[in-house]
Nanobody, 127 residues
């Protein structure tokens, strides 16, 4: 069972940047889809798909709320995926999780179908 370990979270002021990393114990090149998801502190909010990357054609998905500010990437040589987050806003505050799937038939908006998940890293955007 491949494990993922996220890092890079923390407290940042609005407008600041963070880069999240997700190191895999196995080969990230084995995965068809990698993604980042977040869970906001408000209990009524569902888990939200932030971004996905498809190894099939290199296509990406971004939630409307992060388009133009976040960038997903993968370094297969390091078995690590990243989420570069710029122009952070207070509403980006959440626990961020990386996830991966060997199959393409997954839902990047909700995370359904992803079978490997990290433990999460807290991102807090506040002045």
């Amino acid at each position: 069972q491949v494990q993922f370990v996220e890092s890079g979270g923390g407290l940042v002021q609005p407008g600041g940047s963070l880069r999240l990393s997700c190191a895999a114990s196995g080969f990230t090149s084995d995965y068809a889809i990698i993604g980042w998801f977040r869970q906001a502190p408000e209990k009524e909010k569902a888990r939200e798909g932030v971004s996905c990357f498809s190894s099939n054609d290199g296509s990406t998905y971004y939630a409307d709320s992060v388009k133009g500010r976040f960038t997903i990437s993968r370094d297969n040589a390091k078995n690590t995926m990243y989420l570069q987050m710029n122009s952070l806003k207070p509403e980006d505050t959440a626990i961020y999780y990386c996830a991966a799937s060997r199959a393409f038939g997954v839902d990047c908006r909700t995370g359904l179908g992803f079978h490997s998940w990290g433990q999460g890293t807290q991102v807090t955007v506040s002045s």
